[in-house]
């Protein structure tokens, strides 16, 4: 007879992972918005130098990478949450938040983490449509929010859609919203935002509204996704108490820590990445429209990929034509994530790779649809 697992196990959605990685060399990764570009050697050799005294539990109040997010964001360290990826704390959000009849809103298709947190706590979901440049409806959101709401989520940049919206216009929703409703908004992707335009710049917003959370991660621009440091925002310390309260003491290891305070450190190398990822995008992105494929508006590390053009709506065999489209590149060494998975069926998130891997993708996907 088999094991009884809890209920709650048939709703969870299982993530949609990327392929798996028993993948010969050479194969470009374009498929999980990472960066191409290895740590900095300071940041490398951080990690190192902690491996040493890794006999230790981890401080369990991380207080030299809280006061190092503290000094960088000028905010009280006791107002930061940390988490073994933003993921973790998204999880813990949902945990600390969401129980049955609570509600829960977010816009879809977005991140495919936050179906979990309603399935996990046997809250309702309300997913509320994209526009259709593929971009966060806020007025509908706002419309959705009843007695019932603990938490709305906000990605901004958008993924798996690349879009991002104006500071202005998050400003009029988060306005809307009751002091009660706690509202993260998921800037994994900020640094590379023209439209957001500079990673303080939703700073101040904080002050104004003290049931929001920016929350932030490691993974992308700061290129340490394999050793998991996420964090949150705010200008108060009820989320981190809430959040911590969920979780194991030793969530975030001893040598992500490190890395994470050295790689904060190196604002330089995270301008020159976003210099290069963002020529990158446009290179990609023209190389794209010439084989006639409707590309959203991107403000991230990645871009969303109509096969064909922008009007066509998907038919019997979009999914079979993305799916033969996806098993094509991926024999031809590129690895991207196919639309559907993500709640996009006919589209495909390429992740900007580097110069070489890009030109390899523009190459194999003419090939492809020509
Ligand atoms: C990649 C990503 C994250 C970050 O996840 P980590 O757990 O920090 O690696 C969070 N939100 C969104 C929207 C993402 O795409």
């Known amino acids: 007879m088999p094991i009884e697992f809890a209920e709650k196990l048939r709703r969870i959605p299982v993530y949609p992972a990327a392929a798996a990685y028993d993948l010969p060399d050479g194969v470009a990764m374009l498929a999980s918005n990472e960066a191409p570009f290895a740590p900095a050697e300071s940041v490398q050799a951080a990690a190192a130098r902690a491996l040493a005294g890794v006999h230790r539990y981890p401080d369990p109040a991380y207080q030299s990478l809280r006061a190092a997010l503290a000094a960088r964001y000028e905010l009280d360290p006791a107002h930061i949450s940390l988490g073994n990826g933003s993921c973790e704390l998204l999880l813990a959000a949902g945990e600390a938040l969401l129980e049955p009849d609570a509600e829960i809103v977010y816009a879809w298709p977005a991140f495919s983490v936050y179906p979990h947190l309603a399935a996990a706590a046997g809250a309702r979901a309300i997913e509320v449509p994209l526009d259709r440049d593929c971009r966060h409806d806020l007025d509908a959101m706002a419309a959705e929010i009843?007695?019932?709401?603990?938490?709305?989520?906000?990605?901004?940049?958008?993924?798996?859609?690349?879009?991002?919206?104006?500071?202005?216009?998050?400003?009029?929703?988060?306005?809307?919203?009751?002091?009660?409703?706690?509202?993260?908004?998921?800037?994994?992707y900020v640094?590379?935002?023209?439209?957001?335009?500079?990673?303080?710049?939703?700073?101040?917003?904080?002050?104004?509204?003290?049931?929001?959370?920016?929350?932030?991660?490691?993974?992308?621009?700061?290129?340490?996704?394999?050793?998991?440091?996420?964090?949150?925002?705010?200008?108060?310390?009820?989320?981190?108490?809430?959040?911590?309260?969920?979780?194991?003491?030793?969530?975030?290891?001893?040598?992500?820590?490190?890395?994470?305070?050295?790689?904060?450190?190196?604002?330089?190398?995270?301008?020159?990445?976003?210099?290069?990822?963002?020529?990158?995008?446009?290179?990609?992105?023209?190389?794209?429209?010439?084989?006639?494929?409707?590309?959203?508006?991107?403000?991230?590390?990645?871009?969303?990929?109509?096969?064909?053009p922008r009007e066509v709506a998907p038919t019997a065999d979009t999914a079979t034509v993305e799916a033969e489209i996806v098993a094509g590149l991926r024999r031809r060494g590129v690895l991207v994530r196919a639309g559907a998975a993500l709640g996009g069926p006919g589209f495909l998130r390429v992740t900007v790779g580097t110069a070489a891997e890009n030109a390899r993708f523009v190459a194999a996907l003419s090939e492809l649809l020509g």
């Open 146 to 188: 009843t007695v019932a709401t603990r938490l709305v989520i906000v990605c901004n940049p958008n993924n798996p859609t690349s879009t991002a919206l104006g500071l202005e216009e998050i400003d009029a929703f988060l306005a809307k919203v009751p002091r009660h409703v706690a509202v993260i908004l998921d800037e994994a």
């Open 191 to 308: 640094e590379f935002s023209l439209t957001v335009g500079d990673p303080l710049a939703s700073l101040p917003l904080l002050a104004r509204y003290p049931n929001l959370i920016l929350l932030r991660t490691f993974s992308k621009v700061y290129g340490l996704a394999g050793l998991r440091v996420g964090y949150g925002l705010a200008a108060t310390d009820e989320f981190r108490v809430a959040t911590d309260q969920v979780r194991q003491p030793f969530f975030l290891n001893t040598a992500a820590q490190a890395a994470a305070v050295e790689a904060l450190a190196r604002q330089d190398e995270v301008e020159r990445r976003v210099s290069a990822t963002v020529a990158a995008r446009e290179t990609l992105l023209a190389g794209l429209g010439d084989l006639g494929c409707w590309v959203a508006s991107s403000d991230a590390n990645f871009l969303w990929v109509k096969l064909g």
